[in-house]
Structures are given as C-alpha cells and as structure tokens.
C-alpha cells in the first residue's frame, strides 16, 4: 500500500475514529462548556511553555 | 490484465479524513452557547497544533527534520497557540496566514517527510474546515 496512504490511516483516520466514538460514547456524561473552557486554556498553555522551552533549548 | 482505471485510493482516503475532520465543526450537543462553540472551534485547532508540534519536536530529536525546519514549525505552534488564547473567536485568517508564511520557509520535501507529514496535513485540513468561506480558504 502507499506509504502516504498508511500514513493518513494511521495519522488521521484511526485517531479520529477513535475520537469520533469516545465523543458518541460520552453523551452520557456530557462535556460542560466549563469543562471544555479549562481543557482549552491547558493545552494552549502546554504549547507555549513546551515550544518555548524548546526554542530556547535550540537558539538560532 | 491490470485494469487501467486511475488509482482512487489516495483521493478516498483524503475525502474519508476530511469526512471525520469535518465532523469536529459540530460540537456536542451540550455546547450550546455561541460561546462555547467558539472555543469549542479553537480547541480543535489547537489539538492539531499541539500535535503538530509534539510530532516536530520528535522528528528533530531523531535527526528525521533539520534543526532550523523544526524551529520555524515550533515557532508557529508557539505563536498560533497566543492567537488562539487572545482572540479565540477571530484567529482564523491570521492563523491561516501565518501558517502559509511557515510552509513558505520550508523546502518541500520536509513538509513531505514521512515523519511529519500527517501532522503538517492535519493542520492543513483543519483550518480549512474551519476558515471563513469569505476568505476563500486560502492556505
């Protein structure tokens, strides 16, 4: 199979099949836009502080 | 006798991704507010972003991208991520803008590196699901 092929499988399709049910599997236990506020505000905080960190670990 | 029908595969796989990407435009049921769609909106990107740049910084650990490549791609994700926080409801065509400037720094077989090529991909689809048809979607 074409290497890209398997690597749009891997990459993208399974990762988002699996979102894809853990999202339908959770409308039992709904996310709160509170909940979804803080899951934001982490993972922005994440990126920062770990590019940040990284750039500064490899300057120009 | 092979057929001499073109190859769909690789058009079948681009549509059924952008099919599952697309359904990251509908949030859940229980974000209701305009609001909460907005950073529902946001969220997503960023979880490409943060991808992107996890799979980057790999790939320069493991020699498979050039240091300098990595940085340019880092510093996106650095910069869009303080986007993102400031003005989560009207990122999109700055985002979008600074990630055309990005790829135009980079030579194209880096973008087209196996190592991290689906996450350059993925980030390419998911700002044009989520661009303003008003800007054309240009990327």
């Given amino acids: ?60 | 006798m092979r057929s001499r029908r073109p190859d769909l595969a690789p058009f079948v796989a681009l549509f059924i991704a952008l099919a599952f990407l697309a359904s990251a435009c509908h949030a859940p049921i229980t974000i209701t507010t305009p609001q909460g769609k907005v950073i529902y909106a946001a969220n997503e990107v960023a979880k490409r972003i943060e991808n992107l740049q996890t799979t980057v910084i790999a790939a320069e650990a493991s020699k498979g991208i050039p240091t300098d490549v990595a940085r340019v791609l880092v510093t996106f994700t650095v910069e869009s991520a303080k986007v993102l926080r400031v003005v989560p409801q009207g990122w999109q065509v700055t985002v979008a803008v600074a990630w055309g400037e990005a790829k135009k720094q980079i030579p194209l077989k880096y973008l087209n590196d196996p190592t991290i090529q689906v996450a350059v991909l993925a980030v390419d689809t998911v700002l044009a699901v989520w661009l303003p048809v008003t800007t054309g979607g240009g990327l």
């Fill in chain 1, 1 to 60: 199979m074409n290497p890209l092929i398997l690597a749009l499988i891997k990459g993208i399709l399974i990762p988002e099949l699996v979102a894809y049910i853990q999202k339908r599997q959770a409308e039992g236990k709904p996310i709160t836009e509170a909940e979804l506020a803080a899951e934001f505000d982490a993972r922005i905080t994440r990126i920062v502080a770990t590019g940040e960190t990284w750039l500064a670990e490899h300057p120009a």
